[in-house]
Nanobody, 123 residues
Framework: QVQLVESGGGLVQAGGSLRLSCAASGRTFSIITMGWFRQAPGKEREFVAAIRRSGGSTYYADSVKGRFTISRDNAKNTVSLQMNSLKTEDTAVYYC????????????????WGQGTQVTVSS
């Protein structure tokens, strides 16, 4: 099993920045890809970004390209999401997720999930 714990959410004004972190523990050697998803009220969970633990290839949703950056520290078993130029439409609960497979933007491809952290962007 893998346990994921997110931190770093909060309230920020539009145009501001936040950094989310996710710490993984347990059978972390089994993780191939780590990602971030988000879910706004009344909407489906959507893919935000993902990173391959080996090699560091990154993938982004079009809506966040150029504004968000995902990174990882394999020695510390952490993955981070730097969010810049935040917009009100970025408001959501953000979830860290881990997959034992290669990159996918589909949430059902990720076996492990954190509890989520709220990000609220005010106008």
């Amino acid at each position: 099993q893998v346990q994921l714990v997110e931190s770093g959410g909060g309230l920020v004004q539009a145009g501001g920045s936040l950094r989310l972190s996710c710490a993984a523990s347990g059978r972390t050697f089994s993780i191939i890809t780590m990602g971030w998803f988000r879910q706004a009220p009344g909407k489906e969970r959507e893919f935000v970004a993902a990173i391959r633990r080996s090699g560091g290839s990154t993938y982004y949703a079009d809506s966040v390209k150029g504004r968000f950056t995902i990174s990882r520290d394999n020695a510390k078993n952490t993955v981070s999401l730097q969010m810049n130029s935040l917009k009100t439409e970025d408001t959501a609960v953000y979830y860290c997720a881990a997959s034992i497979g290669y990159f996918s933007g589909r949430s059902n491809e990720y076996a492990y999930w954190g509890q989520g952290t709220q990000v609220t962007v005010s106008s």
